[in-house]
């Protein structure tokens, strides 16, 4: 009846409320069953997952994986994966200009699928670290070109992405976030705003965003961030959640501090939690989705927060939670499974201050369209 049978396993999917010992069928690269016992006899193969927590495939919803284009993407399968991250929104690596060759040359040719957000400067992030300011001038302002790429390639495009720290838009940091919104709009696409070091105040920034656009690198520590001079989230950030705008972790090189974390979720805010992962962070202080993750549970979020915040609210903030994030029957069975290793662990935020945790989830297996593409963190 099936073609893989995951045995044994704690699974955890919170998006149907699930969270116990099950076994999990798999038939023509979908979940067929989610079942107390499925017999050995019934399956083609057979796994023992017993001891790790099995979960939706993973979705990092802010990453850069046009590698070989530019200077800080990674290559998606053997850092993402690998690791159990079976879905990558990659955050604006790619402009108008050079969306092409991204589609044709990565997300046609890798195994994990590869979804994202079109850059608004024409040319994406593939100058980023010479810290050109690629929104100067507005050379960009022309916006016919990425109406029309994203148009033409919604099945992957889910919106527009800017950049508002000052040393991409010198002094354009307002004009460049109106062109986005208009341009999001004219593609009815969602908006995703990096902030941070921004010569906008986040009032401003927040101001123009619409229920469903993505704040990512929500816990920066930069002036203006989410948290007011009191560290209470701002007023105009809480109207922003109450209309719909979604924030995201983008953890980074310089874009997470432990110590925001830590009062906005005293304060009850849930972030979708994702790495921004580039070539600059892949070996500290981000690694991996995982890792990120684990980071989590060290701030004192539960298993199921934290598996939520990366599989099914990933899902939703991005519209596509009727085909991801969930071992639903008849869903795509991209599967990862952890082991919960417990010990003393040392962790640190984007500034390098340190905190420590108890627990890291470890990858152990990657199931990507039914098919077992990845054990003990490494490509098969």
């Given at each position: 009846m099936y073609d893989l049978v995951l045995q044994g396993g704690h699974v955890i999917d919170p998006g149907q409320g699930i969270n116990e010992k099950l076994d999990i069928g798999i038939q023509a690269g979908k979940i067929g069953a989610l079942s107390a016992h499925i017999p050995a006899s019934e399956a083609r193969e057979v796994v023992d997952v017993?001891?790790?927590f099995v979960t939706p495939g993973l979705i990092d919803?802010?990453?850069?994986?046009?590698?070989?284009?530019?200077?800080?993407?990674?290559?998606?399968?053997?850092?993402?994966?690998?690791?159990g991250?079976?879905?990558?929104?990659?955050?604006?690596?790619?402009?108008?200009?050079?969306?092409?060759?991204?589609?044709?040359?990565?997300i046609e040719q890798v195994k994990t699928r590869v979804l994202c957000f079109l850059n608004i400067g024409?040319?994406?992030?593939?100058?980023?670290?010479?810290?050109?300011?690629?929104?100067?001038g507005l050379s960009f302002s022309d916006v016919a070109r990425p109406?029309?790429?994203?148009?033409?390639?919604?099945?992957?495009?889910?919106?527009?992405?800017?950049?508002?720290s000052h040393h991409y838009t010198g002094d354009n940091a307002l004009e460049s976030l109106w062109l986005a919104r208009f341009t999001a709009d004219k593609v009815h696409g969602r908006l995703m705003v990096h902030f941070g070091n921004s010569n906008l105040k986040v009032e401003e920034i927040v101001g123009v965003m619409r229920g469903g656009d993505i704040l990512t690198h929500c816990f920066n520590g930069y002036v203006n961030g989410i948290l007011g001079w009191d560290g209470k989230v701002a007023?105009?950030?809480?109207?922003?959640?109450?209309?719909?705008?979604?924030?995201?972790?983008?953890?980074?090189?310089?874009?997470?501090?432990?110590?925001?974390?830590?009062?906005?979720?005293?304060?009850?805010?849930?972030?979708t939690?994702?790495?921004?992962?580039?070539?600059?962070?892949?070996?500290?202080?981000?690694?991996?989705?995982?890792?990120?993750?684990?980071k989590f549970l060290a701030l004192g979020l539960g298993m199921r927060e934290v598996i939520a915040a990366a599989t099914v609210d990933a899902a939703r903030s991005i519209g596509r939670a009727n085909e991801l994030g969930s071992l639903r029957a008849g869903a795509v069975a991209d599967i990862?499974?952890?082991?919960?290793?417990?010990?003393?662990?040392?962790?640190?935020?984007?500034?390098?201050t340190l905190f420590a945790g108890d627990k890291v989830l470890d990858p152990r297996l990657t199931v990507r369209a039914g098919n077992i593409v990845a054990r003990n963190g490494a490509l098969l």
């Open positions: 017993s001891g790790l919803l802010h990453a850069h994986v046009y590698w070989g284009a530019n200077d800080m993407a990674v290559e998606v399968d053997p850092t993402c994966l690998s690791k991250v079976t879905t990558v929104v990659d955050a604006g690596t790619a402009g108008a200009l050079n969306f092409a060759g991204f589609r044709r040359f990565i024409p040319t994406g992030l593939t100058e980023s670290y010479s810290r050109r300011r690629f929104y100067d109406i029309e790429v994203a148009n033409r390639n919604r099945d992957v495009v889910l919106g527009i992405k800017v950049l508002l007023p105009a950030v809480c109207a922003a959640l109450e209309r719909g705008v979604l924030l995201d972790v983008g953890f980074g090189s310089g874009s997470f501090s432990v110590d925001v974390a830590r009062q906005a979720l005293s304060q009850g805010i849930r972030p939690i994702s790495t921004d992962l580039h070539h600059m962070n892949v070996q500290a202080p981000v690694r991996d989705l995982p890792t990120t993750m684990s990862a499974a952890f082991e919960l290793v417990e010990g003393e662990f040392e962790f640190r935020d984007s500034h390098d």
